[in-house]
């Protein structure tokens, strides 16, 4: 996938995911090779929402 081709990305149904969001430092990826870096905070009896964001390849928040 081209970073030229990417139109948006879909920072609100990222953090949906997440139990605490501390913070969402958002960057422009015609600038930088990355969407931005998300801050949070997860219960440690719940491995699903790590396991979760670990293994995605994060496609289905991108819009070419």
């Known amino acids: 996938?081209?970073?030229h081709n990417i139109k948006?990305?879909?920072y609100d149904s990222l953090i949906s995911k997440f139990n605490?969001?501390?913070e969402c430092r958002k960057t422009d990826i015609s600038k930088y090779p990355i969407f931005g870096?998300?801050?949070t905070e997860t219960p440690?009896?719940?491995d699903n929402e790590l396991?979760?964001?670990l293994t995605n390849n994060l496609k289905k928040f991108i819009s070419i």
Do not use: Y
């Open 37 to 39: 870096m998300l801050f």
């Open 51 to 53: 396991d979760e964001i």
């Open 44 to 46: 440690e009896d719940n």
């Open 20 to 22: 605490h969001v501390i």
């Open 1 to 3: 996938m081209n970073a």
């Open 8 to 10: 948006l990305f879909d």
